[in-house]
């Protein structure tokens, strides 16, 4: 069945690339407008558009933002699926947790797209004694609502915690990871990986928050650790109703590039070799051939701005690559400069393995909601900038 979701039209040149490489040789690609520049060794120019054409103002830009969703769509994470044509929500009764200072609410969305129905349980979590409208963290969870401890740092701070249960709009697991949640909702139309469906998710509780008077819907931050974190970074580029995006040591395929390896970082054949699902599934073509990637992740924290980002990152967490996401970050900055939104990316190293670090969520949020003053380790540099990177800089 033909994806109703991708872009039409028939690029010859990508045809012929698959043809060479004998990927589906019998099936034409139809990317369409997100045709493959030459091969690049240094990250590609972000303000290049697809016709050779170069961003020159700011206005120009939101077409070229509209080439790099696609990009990202066509190649790695496959097609964001549309909103259901209905959602209703069923808020359960308030509990309080005295102990502890919150009030927790399992809503459950039912989610309806022709005729059939997805359930989608979110967890939130106020704190008790907070005036609202409140600020919202939203972040995927297995379905249990997250321990005090590990919400505190949001919490004691004012913050709500809106907790997404991902398992049930994409499960993470190899042998079924097709089988349930947005793939039965909506059928073969889909040709998105887990790391777009739990975008998706976030963004269906972010259509619910909404609708609730007690949260303020202009500071909504999607946050994630690992694997969570690549889908928050997905979330956050595909969806400007987020006012600020925190990935946690996403690593490969999330803050990271893949043509900038250090040390025994994750590599492309590493993560699609594991983890195929998370993807579209011609994306490993480009194992051994990074070069002849159109994108990088520098493209998509691009796609963030001019809406705040901040990276965090563990000099100790080697297999995440955080050198490389230092790099991301120099080359996204380009584009945050061209926006006149230089001060709202931030990276903040720390000398930790791979745990999170909510604390310097907290403190980015509160300078970029609240104006209040910010360390000065955010923005430091924990690597020597790498020379190959990029030549580009934005147009003057």
């Given at each position: 069945?033909?994806?109703?979701f991708?872009l039409?039209?028939t690029?010859?040149?990508?045809?012929?690339?698959?043809?060479?490489?004998?990927?589906t040789?019998a099936?034409?690609?139809?990317?369409?407008?997100a045709?493959?520049p030459?091969?690049?060794?240094?990250?590609?120019n972000?303000?290049v558009?697809?016709?050779?054409?170069?961003v020159?103002?700011?206005?120009?830009?939101?077409?070229r933002?509209?080439e790099?969703?696609?990009?990202?769509?066509d190649y790695e994470?496959?097609?964001?699926?549309p909103?259901?044509?209905?959602?209703?929500?069923t808020r359960?009764?308030a509990q309080?947790?005295?102990a502890?200072?919150?009030t927790?609410?399992?809503w459950?969305?039912n989610?309806?797209?022709d005729g059939k129905?997805?359930?989608?349980?979110?967890?939130?979590?106020?704190p008790?004694?907070a005036?609202?409208p409140l600020?919202v963290?939203?972040q995927?969870a297995?379905?249990?609502p997250?321990?005090?401890?590990r919400l505190?740092?949001?919490?004691?701070?004012?913050y709500?915690?809106?907790e997404v249960?991902?398992?049930?709009?994409a499960?993470d697991?190899?042998?079924?990871?097709?089988?349930?949640?947005i793939?039965?909702l909506?059928?073969?139309d889909l040709?998105?990986?887990a790391?777009?469906a739990?975008?998706w998710g976030?963004h269906?509780?972010?259509?619910?928050?909404e609708q609730?008077d007690?949260?303020?819907?202009?500071?909504?931050?999607?946050t994630?650790h690992?694997r969570?974190g690549?889908?928050?970074?997905?979330a956050?580029?595909?969806?400007?109703?987020i006012a600020?995006t925190?990935p946690?040591?996403?690593?490969?395929?999330?803050?990271?590039?893949?043509r900038?390896?250090?040390?025994?970082?994750?590599?492309l054949h590493?993560?699609?070799?594991?983890f195929?699902?998370w993807?579209r599934?011609d994306?490993?073509?480009?194992v051994?051939k990074?070069?002849?990637?159109?994108l990088d992740?520098h493209?998509l924290?691009?796609?963030?701005?001019?809406?705040?980002?901040l990276a965090?990152e563990g000099t100790?967490d080697?297999?995440?690559n955080p050198?490389?996401?230092?790099?991301t970050n120099l080359a996204?900055?380009?584009?945050?400069?061209?926006?006149?939104?230089g001060?709202r990316?931030?990276?903040?190293?720390r000398?930790?393995?791979?745990?999170?670090?909510?604390?310097?969520?907290?403190e980015f949020?509160d300078h970029v909601?609240f104006g209040?003053p910010l360390?000065?380790?955010?923005g430091?540099l924990?690597?020597p900038?790498?020379?190959?990177?990029?030549?580009w800089t934005a147009?003057?």
């Amino acid at each position: 069945m033909k994806n109703r979701f991708a872009l039409r039209g028939t690029c010859l040149a990508i045809a012929v690339f698959l043809t060479c490489c004998a990927v589906t040789a019998a099936e034409p690609d139809d990317r369409g407008s997100a045709a493959a520049p030459p091969a690049t060794k240094e990250l590609p120019n972000p303000f290049v558009c697809a016709d050779g054409s170069v961003v020159r103002t700011p206005a120009e830009w939101q077409r070229r933002r509209g080439e790099l969703k696609s990009l990202f769509e066509d190649y790695e994470y496959g097609h964001l699926p549309p909103k259901p044509e209905k959602m209703t929500i069923t808020r359960g009764d308030a509990q309080e947790d005295a102990a502890n200072g919150v009030t927790r609410e399992a809503w459950k969305l039912n989610l309806k797209h022709d005729g059939k129905t997805l359930v989608v349980d979110v967890n939130l979590t106020l704190p008790k004694q907070a005036d609202g409208p409140l600020p919202v963290v939203v972040q995927g969870a297995f379905g249990r609502p997250g321990q005090p401890d590990r919400l505190s740092a949001f919490i004691d701070h004012g913050y709500a915690v809106a907790e997404v249960n991902f398992m049930q709009v994409a499960s993470d697991n190899r042998e079924q990871a097709r089988a349930s949640g947005i793939y039965e909702l909506f059928g073969d139309d889909l040709d998105c990986g887990a790391l777009m469906a739990w975008a998706w998710g976030m963004h269906r509780a972010i259509d619910a928050l909404e609708q609730d008077d007690r949260i303020d819907a202009g500071k909504i931050v999607v946050t994630g650790h690992s694997r969570y974190g690549k889908a928050a970074l997905v979330a956050g580029a595909f969806d400007e109703r987020i006012a600020l995006t925190v990935p946690s040591h996403s690593g490969c395929a999330g803050s990271a590039p893949f043509r900038f390896i250090y040390g025994n970082s994750e590599k492309l054949h590493n993560i699609v070799g594991a983890f195929p699902y998370w993807f579209r599934s011609d994306f490993n073509r480009f194992v051994g051939k990074v070069d002849e990637l159109p994108l990088d992740q520098h493209l998509l924290k691009a796609l963030v701005a001019p809406r705040a980002l901040l990276a965090t990152e563990g000099t100790e967490d080697a297999w995440t690559n955080p050198e490389g996401s230092q790099l991301t970050n120099l080359a996204a900055a380009e584009v945050y400069k061209f926006l006149g939104a230089g001060d709202r990316l931030s990276i903040r190293f720390r000398p930790v393995g791979h745990i999170p670090s909510n604390e310097d969520l907290v403190e980015f949020a509160d300078h970029v909601f609240f104006g209040k003053p910010l360390s000065a380790e955010f923005g430091q540099l924990a690597y020597p900038q790498e020379p190959n990177g990029f030549r580009w800089t934005a147009p003057q």
